[in-house]
């Protein structure tokens, strides 16, 4: 007879002798064969018997023999401890060599006699402390075994099943608590950590699913799911219906004992997993794991939300009422969390989870999981019929407007957790994620991008027509700011962008939709000011007026909206983003933007003022080479007309320039003051002119009439220009004074009489061309 080698030799050997020829087979009785294979169990049962009660035996005989060992051991400590004070203690009187030799050689010894003792106790609590692990892993792989061969037996027996697992778990608790005391108390032991362990692993990977399993058919008998048929849960008003029923409230008498023992046991193991890993992950950073749902309200959850899909099923093109009745089924069962379900897990001390926060992240998972496996896939294809270039605006349409069903449901979902006094909670991004349906965007970087640009797209659809239209850049919003109305659109428009990226559940989610919306908007924005200006430019040179108030009106658009971005990166909700670029290594949210309007506002202001400083160069070259007015005699109105008639320009634009917002109108005067100031100075007082004293009288009357005509805009123009205000005081001094102070120490000189701008070869050619008279 072929042996089969799935089949144990003693077996094999019984039914050689048992059926060894074909006739066997027919002779045989079977009932006898039963007889002999009931007699041959039961010896084995005997057996087994036998053996266990013989163990038991041993470990109680061992455990004598160590409390009696543990005694000898503790009189050995006491011995040296008393002989150690006889050794420390000073002798009086006279003392024997002979005693001395004995005490020297006791105290040479004392160490080593000392680290055997503490080696044998090592050993000894070893030897204890395994021995009362494999007693308690010895009773759970019992229990757990007794309860999976007596399923197999009768169905009937997940009663008594039920009934083991929390003694079951009470021994894993025991265990954990020991071997916590040994990582920390006991690292050396790590060995023994792992081989319980490995052991434990193996009983809770049947226990569990024992456990869940006894709890499902538990709710299965409870009414759980209740049916969403009718008029209780399909009921998708704000108001509860009279007829609800929510079996949680409904439990009584030994069904509710039964409930609560089964969610304890589910909580007690969830609990033991939550501090085995702890222990497990010590000394890493297992904070930053992701928190495992609550069993028990999963199983709640579950089946509640395939009978919830049947319905979807009927709405794959009505979004709302998906959104709809997980918002009903969520709120109607909400408060029996708090009331039934919440003292129970705080009695298994489950620290940290909220039964309220649980069921609504069960809910909301469940719908992110229909969404991402039906819904997207469909919206997905429609947006894609367009090609690859083109999006239609109908498919955009069902898009937006899905994300709206999705922020308004989290909205309303949210506040359920909120009006409870949780806001904590949701601060952090795992919590949010878990209570958000954009959470679904988190998984899905590609869905991500795909709604980032349907909303940049209908953002500039809309925009764009508003940057076309020339009155939207020449009406003004406010006289204080002078920021054209075109700014307001951009303004709100991003506002938008923003408060769509206030719902994500994520800060990295948040910053990359900003990016990606906002970021290509004002870089249009940005993109068209840029366009209009040069347009400008290229028409006129700037020279023409309405030219250059085009450019003006771009840059005063562009100081308005760098402010208005600047405010916004002080917010807290931009705070956290620039953190998070901080650690990244990136920049904040909105450098690269506002260091564009930035640098656009800079270089035009520079445009303009050498623009106006260009018109007057032209207009005063006459007026510089004529070298001869300065060694003329001064007769009436002594400052030269032509002069007057640059100064008259240079005034007309500026005066044209005051619709220029305050920071860079300031600029510009001050960068034309500077202007001037270095033609003139350059030009006139460093030009080779010799002055006599008319001369002089005759350049003070000109600066006088150049700080008048700045006045309008400063109290001390002469502060503005410096070069020419200093060289006209060296000019205006007397000549003995300039002689003894350019005789000595030139530089002490200029610094004593309070020449800061001008240097000592711009003083000495002053001092050359200067022509005293007498």
Not at 236 to 260: I, V
Not at 313 to 326: G, H, Q, R
Not at 415 to 428: F, N, P, Q, Y
Request: with cysteine.
């Amino acid at each position: 007879m072929r042996r089969n080698s799935a089949v144990s030799a003693s077996v094999n050997g019984f039914l050689s002798q048992k059926f060894g020829r074909k006739e066997d087979l027919v002779e045989s009785s079977y009932m006898e064969v039963e007889v002999e294979l009931t007699k041959g169990c039961a010896d084995l049962e005997a057996l087994l018997s036998d053996l266990d009660r013989k163990l038991c035996d041993t470990i109680g005989v061992f455990g004598c023999r160590s409390d009696q060992v543990q005694v000898r051991l503790s009189g050995i400590k006491e011995g040296l401890i008393d002989l150690t004070s006889s050794i420390t203690i000073p002798q009086h009187g006279h003392v024997h060599e002979e005693r001395e030799e004995e005490e020297g050689v006791l105290a040479a010894e004392l160490p080593a006699l000392a680290k055997e003792v503490a080696r044998i106790d090592t050993i000894r609590a070893y030897a204890e402390t395994a021995l009362k692990l494999d007693s308690l892993i010895g009773d759970v792989e019992d229990s757990v075994s007794s309860s999976v061969s007596g399923k197999l037996k009768s169905s009937s027996y997940s009663v008594k099943s039920e009934e083991n697992h929390p003694k079951t778990i009470s021994y894993l608790k025991e265990i954990e608590s020991i071997l916590t005391s040994i990582a920390k108390i006991r690292p050396q032991w790590m060995r023994l950590v792992s081989a319980v362990d490995n052991r434990v692993d193996r009983a809770l990977a049947v226990l569990r699913p024992q456990c869940i399993s006894d709890h499902r058919s538990l709710l299965a008998s409870l009414g759980w799911p209740p049916p969403l048929s009718g008029s209780n849960l399909m009921n998708t008003s704000n108001t509860k219906p009279s007829e609800f029923s929510n079996p949680l409230f409904s439990l009584k008498g030994d069904l509710k004992t039964k409930y609560s023992e089964s969610f304890l046991s589910l909580c007690n193991l969830q609990e033991l997993q939550r501090r085995r890993k702890c222990r497990q992950l010590a000394g890493h950073n297992f904070e930053t794991l992701i928190r495992p749902p609550l069993w028990v309200i999963e199983e709640l959850v579950n089946p509640i939300s395939i009978l919830a899909e049947r319905h979807f099923s009927k709405w794959v093109d009505k979004p709302e009422f998906v959104f709809a009745l997980v918002y009903k089924i969520t709120r109607d069962f909400v408060d029996s969390m708090d009331e039934v379900l919440q003292p129970l897990v705080d009695k298994a001390n489950l620290v940290g989870y909220s039964c309220r926060e649980e069921w609504i992240g069960g809910t909301v998972a469940s719908l992110c999981t229909y969404l991402a496996k039906v819904i997207f896939p469909r919206y997905i294809e429609a947006l894609e019929k367009g090609g690859p270039d083109e999006i239609s605006s109908n498919a955009r349409a069902l898009w937006l407007n899905l994300v709206d069903l999705m922020i308004s449901f989290d909205k309303r979902t949210q506040a359920l957790i909120i009006d409870t006094g949780l806001l904590m909670s949701l601060k952090e991004d795992e919590t949010l994620q878990r209570v958000s349906s954009l959470s679904v965007f988190c998984d899905r970087p590609d869905w991500f991008e795909v709604w980032a640009e349907v909303e940049k797209l209908e953002v500039l659809e809309k925009f764009k027509p508003a940057l076309e239209k020339d009155k939207n850049w020449t009406s003004v919003v406010s006289d204080e700011n002078k920021s054209p109305v075109i700014c307001d659109a951009i303004v709100q428009n991003l506002s938008l962008l923003i408060d769509r990226a206030r719902s994500l559940p994520s800060v990295m989610l948040r910053a990359k939709f900003i990016r990606l919306t906002c970021g290509p908007v004002i870089s249009e924005f940005i993109d068209c000011m840029v366009h209009r200006c040069q347009e400008a430019e290229g028409l006129t040179a700037l020279t023409d007026d309405d030219a250059l108030l085009k450019v003006v009106r771009s840059i005063n658009a562009a100081q308005y909206f760098e402010v208005t971005l600047m405010e916004w990166c002080e917010d807290l909700f931009f705070l956290d983003m620039e953190s998070l670029s901080e650690e990244a290594g990136s920049k904040f949210i909105f450098h690269e933007e506002i260091s564009r309007l930035k640098d656009f506002r800079i270089e035009w202001v520079e445009k303009i003022s050498t623009v106006i400083l260009r018109g007057f160069d032209a207009r005063t070259r006459d007026y510089v080479k004529n070298k001869k007015q300065w060694q003329e005699k001064m007769e009436g109105y002594a400052v030269s007309r032509t002069f007057l008639d640059s100064l008259d320009y240079v005034q007309g634009k500026l005066s044209k320039l005051e619709g220029l917002n305050a920071l860079d109108f300031v600029t510009v005067w001050r960068g034309v003051a500077n202007g001037i100031d270095q033609l003139i100075f350059n030009g006139v007082l460093l030009g080779g002119v010799k002055y006599n004293d008319c001369g002089v009288e005759r350049l003070d009357v000109t600066v006088s009439v150049l700080f008048g005509v700045f006045k309008a805009w400063c109290l001390r123009p002469e502060g503005f220009f410096s070069k020419l205000h200093e060289g006209l005081r060296i000019l205006k001094m007397d000549e003995i004074e300039i002689r003894n102070g350019l005789v000595g120490d030139k530089e002490k000189w200029l610094k004593e009489k309070g020449f800061r701008r001008l240097t000592i070869a711009e003083a000495e050619r002053l001092v050359k061309n200067r022509v005293f008279e007498g």
